[in-house]
């Protein structure tokens, strides 16, 4: 079976939420789990964009949280497929916060998340190859490469 190549921009996906007082801890701010929720659902998006299959998370690189989001921000999620393996893909979000009043965005986490595609008993199935289409998409590709040889080398065998 030959698997056709996939452009970068053909995952590209784009998420919006309301921060609401539910989502928000004694503090007044996000709770991160609930924005590490929204990672999960934005860039399952995406892999699946990118695979047109079932996908399953399988890894979560370090979160840093930069700013805080408070109830009633706006929180735009972007993600795009970085690398496609053999089976597996990073995919990259960003996420970021938009006050409703004045527009501002902040910059509030960075994420890689790693998923893999399964067929329908849920082994794990090939990829497309992906094609990146400029410069920047390159840099993502060939970062991506070497963020999942150092999760390689810290797998426990």
């Not at 695979?51 to 399953?56: A, G, I, Q």
């Amino acid at each position: 079976m030959t698997l056709k190549l996939v452009r970068s921009s053909a995952s590209r996906t784009e998420m919006t939420e309301i921060v609401l007082p539910s989502h928000a801890n004694n503090l007044g701010t996000i709770f991160g789990g609930v924005v590490m929720q929204w990672i999960d659902v934005c860039a399952a998006m995406a892999a699946q964009r990118h695979c047109r299959k079932t996908v399953v998370t399988a890894a979560v690189d370090d979160l840093v949280f930069l700013t805080p989001m408070h109830p009633g921000d706006i929180v735009i999620l972007s993600a795009q497929v970085n690398a496609a393996f053999r089976t597996s893909m990073e995919v990259g979000v960003r996420v970021e916060s938009e006050d409703p009043k004045t527009g501002n965005r902040k910059k509030c986490v960075d994420a890689f998340v790693t998923f893999v595609a399964v067929d329908d008993k849920g082994h794990p199935t090939e990829v497309p190859p992906l094609v990146p289409e400029n410069d920047e998409e390159h840099r993502r590709l060939q970062e991506a490469k070497e963020r999942r040889a150092d999760r390689l080398r810290r797998r426990p065998a």
